[in-house]
């Protein structure tokens, strides 16, 4: 039977954050709370878009991470505060049905989106009242999955404080659903290492069945990570999704081409399963039937056998109806060229050749110039970064999460750390005001973390 997130008993006294946390929520609502809910963020080392796409991905949780005191009631209310006071107060009925604003995705329809999958889970017609103490020191919208994380958070909160039980996968599972009620078509990678991360290794995720296997990273390199200082908030803009639905409808013109009935097919990963291609094979296919320049709707439309209705209702978003081209050649070519990439990484790290830590970072390199030039997700602020980091003694230097901002991490020779921070440090950091500002908490080793789990006071 696989097992639910750990219960740990602990005293509180000896660790500041949660006595921090305690003491806010105390002078908040005058009473204790009844236990802690904690979720880490992650770093992807490998594997970047093409979760949603059904291919394994290999991220390792980070130290930084979300989480909430929380006391139960019978109150009829679940009451949300913040240590940040950038996010404000929210209170809601438990017995109002759970509505979340697409439109405007302010942090606490991030948590009911958790609160929301568990009520539907488990057919909750009220649920128990809830007083809650969020705390984040997950930089947000950086592709470390602060959003996931505070989703992952407030599920595993609400399933406490509602006395049910599931599984870690499950509740990967169940998160990675409920998360898409805030509008972006996640994959699911990040509320799976989020549950199933374990302290010292790295994982390899994958779905259906979702599953995660330890990948022991080489012991000669650490992975920095170092954040770019540009936000790119995913569910207040459509580039996200934008990239989902390009895949979309490439799965539908390569399963079309093969004779498959694309009208099964919604991700890139079953058509490979169904042809019974290897990925290189898959890539030879994206040459022959894709061509690189945009496809226009009429195109696409005429060549699917498609209505522009079924085009607007079955393969956009609503944040993508505005499209009119689709860059179908490029972004498949990335996803079955990172896939591909990703099991490489993974075999390196089993097999450890002596020249391992120089295999990733090819690998690492050769996952950024995909992501530039084939996925458009970086921006130059990013590729200077990341420019910077392998001058500055980098081996491997990629972005990480979904980009268009946000971090890279680096894999650099363990003798060569120090000179490394230093030169990112005086390259990138110093020279400007407001990143130098932020150096602190954007520039930092990360080593593999544990997953979500309850804190009891002892
Ligand atoms: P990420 O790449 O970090 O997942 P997103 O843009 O998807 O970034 O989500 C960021 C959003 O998550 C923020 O705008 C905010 O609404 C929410 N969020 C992140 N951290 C916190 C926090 N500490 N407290 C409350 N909400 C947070
Ligand atoms: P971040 O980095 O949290 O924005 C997003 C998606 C992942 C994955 C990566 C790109 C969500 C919640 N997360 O991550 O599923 O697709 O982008 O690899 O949508």
């Known amino acids: 039977m696989e ?74 209310t679940i009451t949300l505060a913040n240590t940040n006071p950038q996010y404000k107060d929210f209170t809601v009925l438990c017995s109002e049905d759970i509505v ?105 995720i994958e779905f259906q069945p979702l599953r995660a296997t330890d990948v022991k990273l080489p012991d000669g390199a650490v992975f920095v990570i170092s954040n770019c200082c540009v936000e790119m908030n995913k569910a207040a803009s459509s580039h996200f999704n934008i990239r989902v639905v390009e895949c979309r409808i490439a799965t539908k ?18 058509v490979q399963t169904e042809l ?66 990703v099991l490489q990484f993974k075999n390196v790290c089993d097999t450890k050749p002596a020249e391992s830590v120089r295999l990733l970072g090819d690998l690492m390199n050769q996952s950024h110039a995909s992501c530039r030039d084939l996925y458009e997700c970086s921006c130059p602020e990013l590729d200077q970064l990341v420019d910077i980091c392998l001058n500055s003694g980098a081996v491997g230097s990629r972005l990480t999460g979904a980009g268009w901002g946000g971090c890279a991490v680096s894999m650099v020779p363990c003798e060569k750390m120090e000179s490394f921070l230093k030169a990112v440090r005086e390259a990138y950091y110093l020279p400007d005001p407001r990143r130098a500002a932020m150096e602190k908490q954007s520039l930092f080793v990360t080593k593999p973390g544990g997953g979500a789990s309850i804190f009891l006071e002892e």
């Open 100 to 204: 979340i604003d697409r439109e405007n995705p302010k942090w606490h329809y991030y948590f009911l989106c958790g609160v929301k999958g568990i009520q539907e889970k488990f057919g909750i017609a009220s649920l128990a009242g809830m007083s809650c103490v969020v705390d984040g020191t997950i930089p947000p919208s950086s592709g470390l999955s602060s959003s996931s994380a505070l989703v992952c958070c407030a599920g595993l909160a609400t399933m406490e404080a509602n006395q049910k039980s599931l599984s870690k996968v499950a509740l990967a599972e169940l998160c990675a659903k409920c998360e898409r009620y805030i509008g972006t078509e996640g994959g699911g990678m990040d509320q799976s290492i989020s549950f199933l991360a374990e302290t010292g290794t790295a994982k390899l």
């Open 276 to 341: 019974k291609a290897s990925l290189e094979e898959m890539l030879v296919m994206v040459d022959e039937v894709l061509h690189p320049e945009p496809y226009s709707r009429e195109e696409i439309c005429k060549a699917l056998g498609v209505t522009s209705e079924l085009f607007n209702t079955e393969l956009l978003s609503a944040n993508t109806q505005h499209m009119t081209h689709f860059k179908l050649h490029q972004r498949a070519k990335h996803v079955y060229s990172e896939a591909a990439r």
């Open 3 to 76: 097992a639910n997130p750990p219960k740990f008993k602990t005293a509180i006294t000896a660790n500041e954050r949660l006595q921090n946390l305690k003491n806010t929520f105390e002078t908040k609502y005058g009473e204790s709370p009844l236990f802690f809910a904690y979720a880490p963020g992650r770093v992807n080392l490998i594997g970047e878009h093409i979760d949603y796409c059904g291919y394994s991905v290999l991220p390792m949780a980070i130290e930084q991470s979300i989480l909430s005191a929380v006391s139960v009631s019978n109150s009829g």
């Open 253 to 270: 013109m390569l399963a079309h081409a093969r004779g498959l009935d694309s009208s099964r097919f919604l991700k890139l990963a079953q």
